[in-house]
């Protein structure tokens, strides 16, 4: 993948967390104090927490990304390679 394709894939990424957490906040601002602020911090770190693509490579994907491949594959690890 050529580095240009990477960053436009990445922006696109950013782009529908964005309107997805937007989305988010909406639907939990009537939510108590403790499980919204919850609900918020655990959107953010599930979708924008990065890992390793492959095992050793440069590029980042996100995490839950990367976890779900491994799984599909069967290669063993994966959860700890992608820090979860």
Known sequence: MSPFLYL???SIY???VVLVFAGAWKVSRNW???LKTFGRI?????FLTPAPQIAGA???APAFVSV???Q???LDGGWFRAGI
């Open 8 to 10: 436009v894939l990445w």
């Open 58 to 60: 440069e590029g980042l």
């Open 14 to 16: 950013l782009i529908t």
């Open 42 to 46: 655990a959107l953010i770190v599930i």
């Open 72 to 74: 599909l594959q069967g």
């Open 32 to 34: 108590p104090y403790p």
């Open 68 to 70: 779900v491949f491994d």
